[in-house]
């Protein structure tokens, strides 16, 4: 008799399941053990833990089809919970019968009556004994059962609540837009992969030829290789091993890369997985209810979180005449757009977004507590005047010497004011026109540049100046702090 099997489909859980009509043979249950498929003896089927390619086409194999899962995952829920309940009443009954077995054997105990020791009653006394503590022991443990049993049950009803609760969904969303962007990225690697390659096939030049295939051979990017592997004997290589060890040539090597990534490439493997994951995401969108359409103001900045969301590679919104071209290195994902370019009107745009699912969220940034210190480039007349006050300081010590104000661009300046130990830096100044070495010392008032000429530890710092970028006034009066310095200097 040839054997019957059905195969179903539940967007809910995304499982795979199949209903034999008899026991399978031993080759065909090996086939759909291998495939991820257990045996769930209670609903009498095979089921897989998630959806895959292989998984469907085993499916479609065996059953010609896959038709929609008939029964929900509350309604498994409830049927599991069902079970559970009966087993535990099951036990609550056993656990009463236990009961009454020891109180039954416990009568002959009821006035006092001790164990004879030495008696010929004293055998069957200390059996009944026995048996009383067993049974008591019994209803115990079933007791237990019952409490484990009717948590279990309860467990099951709290699990599908919570499957269809909005936030669970939601983060659902989330892990499948994971997902899209993950097979997204493996699909962009490929197709960036094969142009490098071709690239260097283009090359005339053997001996730059054969120097960028060692290089790009071993090469490794963020979502894999450049090269698969090679099969040698009953071992595999790299194809940059390969080549060390001679088993094949440059130009081999090549050709051998090329046809990979084209086959690769061509493989509906991965497009299976992304449009799977678009209808599962459109399912899941639809338990929510529909997505409201964007009616804020566009901006390239939207456009492309969209984008990179959808798992397109570094995209570049741009604003058009009358809408938003959108720009990725690679080609875009199959659903938003073909090629490397898409342009669309604003209305379009939301119009696109809105039927793919995704929603604006806008958040505003929280303003900070912090007090302001503005970054102020000063006028060469002030910069002169707080120089002075910084010599003067600097007078003070026994080996302090003055400096002078320094001037430069603003290019001169940001090529040197990077790293801990570059000529130029930014410090505060607190009221008196002094530098701050810690916000606990004093309120600082202004940011003001510096570097450049210091010679030596104990020189004043130089006020810098930027002679390309707009100068204005300190907030510091800086005439009265400088005779202030001179007055105190004279004395």
């Known amino acids: 008799m040839t054997v019957?099997?059905?195969?179903?489909?539940?967007?809910?859980?995304?499982?795979?399941?199949?209903?034999a009509s008899e026991r399978l043979d031993e080759a065909l249950y090996a086939r759909v053990k291998a495939a991820g498929f257990k045996w769930a003896p209670k609903q009498d089927l095979f089921v897989a833990p998630g959806w895959s390619p292989e998984r469907e086409d085993l499916c479609i194999e065996l059953a010609?089809?896959?038709?929609?899962?008939?029964?929900?995952?509350?309604?498994?829920?409830?049927?599991?919970?069902?079970?559970?309940?009966?087993?535990?009443?099951?036990?609550?009954?056993?656990?009463?019968?236990?009961?009454?077995?020891?109180?039954?054997?416990?009568?002959?105990?009821?006035?006092?009556?001790?164990?004879?020791?030495?008696?010929?009653s004293e055998r069957k006394a200390r059996k009944d004994q026995e048996k009383m503590n067993n049974a008591m022991c019994r209803s115990v443990a079933c007791f237990e059962a019952v409490?484990?049993?009717?948590?279990?049950?309860?467990?099951?009803?709290?699990?599908?609540?919570?499957?269809?609760?909005?936030?669970?969904?939601?983060?659902?969303?989330?892990?499948?837009?994971?997902?899209?962007?993950?097979?997204?990225?493996r699909i962009n690697h490929g197709q960036f992969a094969l142009a490098r390659w071709q690239d260097i096939a283009a090359l005339e030049d053997e001996r730059q030829r054969h120097e960028l295939i060692d290089g790009l051979s071993g090469a490794f990017a963020h979502d894999g290789h450049f090269a698969p592997e090679l099969p040698v004997g009953d071992k595999r290589k790299s194809m940059w091993s390969a080549l060390r060890d001679g088993d094949v040539t440059p130009d081999e090597a090549l050709q051998i890369t090329v046809d990979y990534w084209v086959k690769r490439?061509?493989?509906?493997?991965?497009?299976?997985?992304?449009?799977?994951?678009?209808?599962?995401?459109?399912?899941?969108?639809?338990?929510?209810?529909?997505?409201?359409?964007?009616?804020?103001?566009?901006?390239?900045?939207i456009i492309q979180g969209f984008a990179r969301a959808h798992g397109a590679d570094k995209p570049k919104a741009t604003k058009t005449g009358d809408g938003f071209m959108l720009v990725s290195n690679l080609p875009l994902p199959v659903h938003i757009g073909e090629g490397t370019e898409l342009t669309l009107s604003d209305a379009?745009?939301?119009?696109?977004?809105?039927?793919?699912?995704?929603?604006?969220?806008?958040?505003?940034?929280?303003?900070?507590?912090?007090p302001s210190c503005p970054l102020i480039n000063p006028t060469p007349e002030q910069a002169e005047k707080l120089q002075a006050l910084w010599n003067a300081d600097a007078a003070k010590g026994k080996y302090g010497r003055p400096n002078g104000v320094s001037t430069v661009t603003q290019a001169v300046y940001s090529r040197n004011s990077k790293g801990d130990y570059s000529p130029f830096n930014t410090i505060k100044l607190d009221q008196h026109g002094r530098r701050i070495w810690s916000n606990r010392d004093a309120t600082p008032v202004c940011r003001v540049r510096t570097g450049g000429g210091r010679s030596c530890l104990h020189q004043a710092e130089a006020v810098v100046v930027i002679e390309d970028k707009p100068q204005k006034a300190l907030p510091l009066d800086l005439t009265a702090l400088l005779s202030e310095a001179q007055t105190q200097e004279a004395s």
């Open 64 to 120: 010609g089809e896959i038709t929609a899962e008939q029964t929900t995952v509350a309604e498994r829920a409830e049927a599991k919970a069902a079970r559970l309940e009966a087993l535990a009443g099951k036990r609550e009954r056993e656990a009463y019968g236990y009961v009454a077995a020891a109180e039954r054997i416990s009568e002959r105990f009821a006035f006092g009556q001790p164990i004879l020791v030495g008696h010929h």
């Open 4 to 19: 019957q099997i059905d195969a179903t489909y539940s967007p809910e859980d995304n499982k795979l399941r199949l209903y």
């Open 348 to 370: 379009e745009w939301r119009d696109l977004m809105q039927g793919l699912g995704y929603e604006v969220i806008i958040t505003e940034r929280a303003k900070s507590t912090k």
């Open 265 to 301: 490439n061509q493989s509906p493997y991965y497009f299976r997985w992304v449009s799977h994951l678009l209808n599962r995401l459109a399912y899941e969108r639809a338990e929510l209810g529909e997505v409201p359409r964007f009616e804020g103001a566009l901006t390239p900045v």
């Open 147 to 185: 409490d484990y049993w009717n948590y279990r049950a309860s467990a099951v009803e709290r699990h599908a609540n919570q499957k269809t609760c909005r936030r669970t969904t939601l983060n659902r969303i989330k892990t499948l837009l994971a997902d899209l962007r993950t097979y997204q990225r």
